[in-house]
Nanobody, 115 residues
Framework: QVQLVESGGGLVQPGGSLRLSCAAT????????RGWYRQAPGKQLELVAT???????NHADSVKGRFTISSDNAKNTVYLQMNSLKPEDTAVYYC?????????WGKGTLVTVSS
């Protein structure tokens, strides 16, 4: 079974940058649809970005132009580069690996954007 471990979260000031990483073990990560979700305090889970097994990429409108999802297949890792961070980006960010009908989730990493 796929195991996902996120890292790279932390406290950053508005306008700053962070890069989240999601390392997968137990499988070839590139064979999955990979994604990043986030959940802000008191809010619903939100899909942030996805990268399909064929390399097709999508970003939510709320992060377009600021966040970029990418993958390093040799390292079995997916990244989320986050620039121009805003307080409303504060959330727990989760990495996912989906191969129908199963979706695996990481435990999440907290990103706090605050001055």
């Amino acid at each position: 079974q796929v195991q996902l471990v996120e890292s790279g979260g932390g406290l950053v000031q508005p306008g700053g940058s962070l890069r989240l990483s999601c390392a997968a073990t137990g499988t070839n990560f590139s064979n999955y649809a990979r994604g990043w979700y986030r959940q802000a305090p008191g809010k619903q889970l939100e899909l942030v970005a996805t990268i399909q097994s064929d390399g097709n990429i999508n970003h939510a409108d709320s992060v377009k132009g600021r966040f970029t999802i990418s993958s390093d297949n040799a390292k079995n890792t997916v990244y989320l580069q986050m620039n121009s961070l805003k307080p409303e980006d504060t959330a727990v960010y989760y990495c996912t690996a989906r191969q129908w009908p199963i979706t695996c989730w990481g435990k999440g990493t907290l990103v706090t954007v605050s001055s």
